[in-house]
C-alpha cells in the first residue's frame, strides 16, 4: 500500500483521540493553559476517519474545523476532558474503544479555588495575589487501570533532554510509570513543535521496540503512528 493507495486497514475499529490543551480557571475571565494547538491530535483523527475507523476526538480548546466524518466532543478543563475520554473509551461500561489515544497536553494542576468574580488589583502595588494549585486527575494513568481487555491505550511525551538522561531515557521512564501500550515521544529540545504544521516522533512501545516516525507534515506523522498501532490491534 504506496502512495496514493487508498487504505481501509482501520474499517470497523473504534478509535477516540484527545487534541488541544486544557484551561484551568482561575476567575470567569481567566486560565492557566498550554501551547497546544490540537494539529497532531486532529491529525490522527482524521487520518483515522479516512482509513476506515469510527473515530471520536476529544478536542480541548482548539481553534481547527472538525476533520471530515469525526465526531467531535469539545472540553475546556481537564475534568471535563477526563469524564469524556473515560466516557468514549467505554471504560465505565457499555461500547468500548480499540485504541485510545491520549494527544492532548492535559494541565498537571489547577488553581485550588475559582473565584466567582473577577480577580481584581489591589491599591497597594506590593500586594499580588498567590495562586495556589491542586493536582489534575492523570486520565492516561486512569484509562490503563480501566482499560477493557484488548484495548490498546496510547500515550503522547513531549519530551527534552536534561541533565537526567536524554529524551529517549525520559520518554521510556515515562511509558514505565504511565503503563500504557505504546508512548507517541516528540523532541521538544528545539522548541520547534508547537503550532507548527510539522512534527518527527519515535513511538515506543511497552515490549521494547522503537519506531521512529520520519520527519513530515502532522498528517504524514499520524500515519506513522497508526501504521505502529495497527499490528497491535486486537
Ligand atoms: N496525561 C493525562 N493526564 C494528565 C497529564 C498527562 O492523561 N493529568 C497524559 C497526556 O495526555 C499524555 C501523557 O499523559 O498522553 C504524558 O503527558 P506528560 O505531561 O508528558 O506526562 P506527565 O506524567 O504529566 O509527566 P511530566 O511531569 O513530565 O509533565
Ligand atoms: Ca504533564
Known sequence: ???????????????????????????PVRYLGNRSSGRQGFALARVAAARGAEVTLVAANVDLPAPFGVRVVPV????????????????GGGVTADVVVMAAAVADFRPATVAATKLKKKDDPSEVPVVSLVRNPDVLAELVTKRAPGQLVVGFAAETGDEAGDVLAHARAKLARK?????????????????????AAVVLAADGS?????????DAVAAGVWQTVLPRLA
Open 179 to 199: 503503563g500504557c501500550d505504546l508512548l507517541v515521544v516528540n523532541d521538544v529540545s528545539g522548541g520547534g513543535v508547537f503550532g507548527r504544521p510539522d512534527n
Open 210 to 218: 522503537a519506531t521512529e516516525v520520519p520527519h513530515g507534515t502532522k
Open 1 to 27: 500500500s504506496g502512495a496514493g493507495v487508498l487504505r481501509a486497514d482501520l474499517t470497523g475499529r473504534r478509535v477516540v483521540v484527545s487534541a488541544g490543551g486544557t484551561r484551568e480557571p482561575l476567575d
Open 76 to 91: 475546556g478543563t481537564a475534568e471535563e476532558l477526563r469524564a469524556a475520554v473515560l466516557a468514549e473509551a467505554g471504560s
